[in-house]
């Protein structure tokens, strides 16, 4: 008889997908519009990424030893934290900015609240907001593409007043998706990130409901009230000037900290979407992106616990 | 519903071979849902021939057991089962000397002439039960409380490797079809309809062969599609309600491999001692489908579907996604089993469970629409109400969460885990 059989219980194969396996794919999505950007801002972008991903690899293996965990950060969720959170950091800034970044949002919202899986806020945003209200000026220079000077980005200048359409910017809507313009490091390429997404949703890593409400809802609210009449507002404008397409498809779509069912998801974006309008619109910063990605986390276990999916 | 690999290509064109007839067999007295065969008609020592009843039970949810070769009973003795752990088993030697006896043939006319509870009970006297794997008494299905407008014939076989019913249906679809006309009589119903996954062409072919009374439904595959309730939905667009059986929506489900039994005892006087199994895995280096004696120990089997390619690590009694897997290839076959199936050291994944990264596949693939990593986690705290609040008892097991989780968390023997800790 032999005695060397598994006795386990069914089901007996599995899907070849791994947490390592839909991380890494995330993380190689958001590579070309990170090389977009390099090639729009100069190597000081390379700079701020490379020093973001390091240091969040660095933090996720200090604390994971110290927590005596077994280290994982081979899963690559650590390498797309820091990619993340640098994607959201102007292109030039002192390089301790990043790690100072990457250290909150691994060690503080990340492991504080139980490692990988257990975190109620995004890593990468909640490290981006706390930069944000630590160190504004940093967080707030910005430069135009192709060249040293800093400026304002689109969104900045029409919360400012002075300018309130494209043409007034010197910009056209080419140059919103190809990355024309100032912003932050990975919000800029809107073409390759759409790419990026695009590789995503056809490997089924994610599904559109949440990124499609989000921008949908921000779309619908842009058009009609915000323009100067109603129902005149530039909606094209207000999806591709910030950190919307980068914020609806790579945070809105983060497994963790958004609804589990796809109901709960479509939700959750026309939340994102919601706030976003109120934060530009009446709001003290120009975009409200990030902040409105991390009031839904707050939200997301509410939405699991009313939104469940319907039963056979 | 999902589309899984199928890995059926390994058996579905070969054909049913006779299974050489076993040395000894062990006949487990449970081998149904109900009541076990506690009334023994067979001692130690008596000689018995195949088709003969070895032990029955006074009850009405029960079917007796039939002796599966000619020989001589050995002992009567606690043996492995493959589902239940060990059971109370009939070991018989075969006498290799014997001659196996025909059995007295029905015309069609006879047939024709049976009354419903003459048919009912050759049903129940020849031991019928859900070929599929439920094992329910055939005969207590064929009379359900109320009346019933639709039959459903099961032919959908969603698990992966397994073919039994496949090669069935294209080597023997008279033979079921005429077996589906007795029941149909039975519940006094014409709305019958065969349902086919469309993953199995030739069996769809060979039915379109025949004059048909009923409705060839051709259905897309999808797993777990062979699951009662997820059948009558794709058939007939109704649900059943939670906790309640199919005949509440009057629909009555048979397996195509239950007909063609229920054709062999009706016609045949044929007690269920034997049917076909698919014997299967990539480690074979001659997987098939074997016609095999009740009782057969499934080391037999192995040896029959060999040479191995590699070194066995892994033997399951049914499917890959609902079978279970065994401790000892000493277990028997037993009426419900419909596939051996053998993995090697590489097919076996023995990954450690990882944290949930909340990434919504199970609820995404549920065909009951559950929450199984929820479930899963309110089990593993012992919070067994909140694991009933997110379906825990809807669960059919079929195993897709567990599948499709990228954090290997056994879904699956959480949710049985719980079972057993809420039915108490």
Not at chain 1, 175 to 187: K, S
Not at chain 1, 227 to 252: E, N, P, Q
Not at chain 2, 296 to 325: F, H, N, R, V
Request: aromatic share 8%; charged share 20%; with cysteine.
């Amino acid at each position: 008889m032999n005695n060397n059989l598994v006795v386990s219980t069914s089901p007996h194969i599995h899907r070849h997908e791994s947490t390592a396996t839909i991380m890494w794919a995330v993380v190689i999505a958001l590579i070309p519009s990170g090389i977009g950007s390099v090639w729009i801002f100069g190597l000081s972008a390379l700079w701020v990424i490379l020093t973001g991903v390091l240091s969040a690899v660095v933090f996720e293996v200090l604390i994971q030893r110290l927590r005596g965990q077994e280290v994982s950060v081979l899963d690559g969720s650590a390498v797309l934290t820091g990619l993340l959170l640098t994607y959201n950091l102007p292109p030039v800034v002192p390089l301790w900015i990043p790690v100072v970044g990457s250290f909150f949002a691994i060690a503080i919202v990340k492991h504080a609240f139980g490692g990988l899986g257990r975190n109620i806020f995004n890593p990468a945003l909640a490290g981006r907001a706390f930069l944000l209200a630590a160190w504004p000026t940093y967080m707030t220079t910005f430069h135009a593409p192709y060249d040293a000077l800093t400026t304002a980005t689109p969104l900045a200048l029409l919360k400012e007043g002075k300018i309130l359409n494209l043409a007034e910017m010197n910009l056209t809507y080419g140059d919103l998706f190809f990355g024309g313009r100032a912003g932050c490091i990975g919000e800029v390429c809107i073409g390759l990130l759409i790419l990026g997404a695009i590789f995503l949703w056809v490997r089924g890593v994610f599904s559109l409901h949440a990124p499609f409400a989000f921008i949908a809802t921000l779309a619908l609210f842009s058009w009609a009230f915000g323009g100067t009449a109603l129902f005149s507002g530039d909606w094209i404008f207000a999806i591709l000037s910030g950190g919307l397409i980068l914020g609806a498809f790579f945070m809105a779509t983060d497994y963790v900290t958004t609804p589990l069912t796809l109901k709960g998801q479509a939700i959750f974006g026309i939340g994102c979407g919601l706030i976003t309008f109120v934060i530009r619109k009446w709001g003290g910063y120009p975009e409200g992106v990030s902040y409105s990605i991390l009031m839904m986390n707050a939200f997301t276990p509410l939405i699991d616990r009313y939104v469940r999916p319907k039963r056979y | 519903m999902t589309k899984i690999d199928e890995k059926k290509e390994l058996t579905e064109k070969v054909s049913v071979k006779n299974a050489p007839l076993p040395d000894t067999v062990y006949i487990s007295l449970v081998q149904h849902l109900g009541k076990p065969n506690d009334l023994l008609d067979v001692g130690v020592g008596d000689i018995v021939k195949t088709g003969q009843l070895l032990a029955h039970a006074d009850a009405l949810v029960t079917s007796p057991i039939h002796s599966s070769v000619n020989g001589k009973v050995l002992k009567i003795t606690d043996w492995p089962h493959p589902v239940l752990g060990k059971t109370k088993t009939i070991v018989i030697e075969r006498d290799k000397e014997a001659v196996e006896e025909e059995f007295v043939l029905r015309s069609k006319e006879e047939v024709d002439g049976l009354s419903i509870d003459q048919l009912r009970n050759i049903i129940k006297d020849c031991g019928i039960v859900g070929m599929g794997g439920a094992t329910f008494p055939s005969h207590v299905k064929l009379a359900p409380p109320k009346p019933i407008d639709s039959l459903i014939i099961n032919g959908a076989e969603c698990e992966p490797y397994l073919t039994s019913d496949n090669r069935l249906m294209v080597e023997n679809p008279k033979e079921i079809l005429e077996g589906v006309c007795i029941i149909a009589k039975i519940l006094n119903t014409a709305n019958v309809y065969i349902a086919v996954e469309d993953n199995k062409p030739e069996a769809i072919k060979e039915f379109k062969n025949q004059v048909l009374d009923f409705k060839l439904k051709v259905l897309k595959t999808q797993y777990p599609q062979g699951a009662e309730k997820q059948l009558i939905y794709s058939v007939l667009k109704r649900k059943v309600p939670s906790g309640k059986l199919p005949f509440e929506v009057g629909v009555v489900v048979h397996n195509v491999a239950t007909a063609f039994a229920i054709f062999e005892a009706v016609y045949k006087n044929k007690p269920l001692y034997e049917r076909i199994v698919t014997v299967t895995g990539d480690i074979f280096e001659n997987p098939g489908n074997f016609k095999v004696r009740i009782g057969t120990p499934i080391k037999d089997l192995i040896s029959i579907a060999g040479p191995l390619k590699k070194e066995i690590k892994k033997i399951i009694m049914g499917g890959p996604m609902m079978g279970i897997a065994q401790g000892t290839d000493e277990v028997p076959i037993i009426k419900g089993s419909s596939g051996v199936l053998v993995l090697a050291d590489d097919e076996v994944a023995e990954a450690e469970e990882g944290a949930c990264i909340r990434c919504g596949e199970c609820i995404k693939n549920c065909p009951m629409g559950l929450s199984p990593a929820l479930i899963s986690a309110a089990a593993s705290k012992g919070k067994w109400d909140l694991a009933k609040d997110y379906g825990l008892l809807d669960c059919v097991e079929c195993g897709l969460c567990a599948y499709s989780c990228p954090v290997n968390k056994n879904i699956v023997q959480w949710v049985k885990y719980a079972k057993t800790k809420i039915k108490r």
